[in-house]
């Protein structure tokens, strides 16, 4: 393969665990934005961006009710090129536009999923 060739391909897109504390006393903000972020994210899901989401709680959830969640962020599986991509596209979201995510803190890791089951 040529120079030129190699050049003008896009960077290969791999998946990604990545993990996004939220910050402290963003409680009533995430749960004050969280019908934004979850209109936000469709086109990321819908472009296979996002390959799996959600919230991670510092206890097992005692209702369905989510102002009773005890939030300590959230986890993304995520298909990117780079690290750089992947806080782009974080940072645009209304969790880290709002103060909810403190994206700074942010911690990714190249996956390499042995398996995935449906429920």
Not at 22 to 35: C, F, I, S, T, Y
Not at 46 to 75: H, K, R, V, W
Not at 92 to 103: E, K, P, Q
Request: glycine share 6%; with cysteine; proline share 7%.
């Amino acid at each position: 393969m040529s120079t030129t060739a190699a050049a003008s391909e896009a960077p290969k897109k791999i998946e990604w665990l990545v993990v996004i504390p939220d910050r402290p006393g963003a409680h009533e903000k995430r749960l004050e934005v969280r019908p934004q972020h979850f209109v936000g994210i469709q086109a990321a899901k819908e472009s296979g961006l996002y390959q799996l989401g959600g919230a991670i709680l510092n206890d097992p959830p005692a209702s369905d009710d989510p102002s009773t969640f005890s939030f300590a962020g959230s986890t993304i599986v995520i298909r990117a090129s780079s690290r750089e991509e992947i806080l782009e596209n974080l940072r645009s979201d209304i969790y880290a536009v709002s103060g909810v995510w403190d994206v700074e803190k942010a911690q990714m890791w190249p996956l390499l999923c042995a398996f995935r089951t449906q429920k």
